[in-house]
């Protein structure tokens, strides 16, 4: 399957942002995918993370409140909204999937990675 991330932009504080993640090749349904971020100097994070059929998700704490993943599996894309976004969210954002049911938090458990979309969050 391949990925494509999506969305990310420059944006002032306490703005929102929808990232979204394309997938083709094969159906996205078959993978559990996570939403990742990396900035600069920091080690690659998993924010958000979605089972096969949607029916469980994963946030985490930096980001619960804030941030929603979702998917549509009829669009073959999975979707990351982002509400009251901070300086400290700017980052490249990575979608990521892995060949099975569940999330993990592991970057190295996911098999296919999209190729990231900058967020920048400045005034």
């Known amino acids: 399957v391949q990925l494509q991330a999506s969305g990310g932009g420059v944006v002032q504080p306490g703005a929102s942002l929808r990232l979204s993640c394309a997938a083709s090749?094969?159906?996205?349904?078959?993978?559990?995918v996570g939403w990742f971020r990396q900035a600069p100097g920091k080690e690659r994070e998993l924010l958000a993370g979605i089972t096969r059929s949607g029916g469980s998700t994963y946030h985490a704490d930096s980001v619960k409140g804030r941030f929603t993943i979702s998917r549509d599996n009829a669009q073959n894309t999975v979707y990351l909204q982002m509400n009251s976004l901070k300086p400290d969210d700017s980052a490249v954002y990575y979608c990521a999937a892995r060949s099975a049911t569940y999330v993990s938090t592991k970057s190295f458990d996911y098999d296919y990675w999209g190729q990231g979309t900058l967020v920048t969050v400045s005034s």
């Open positions: 090749g094969r159906p996205l349904s078959s993978y559990a």
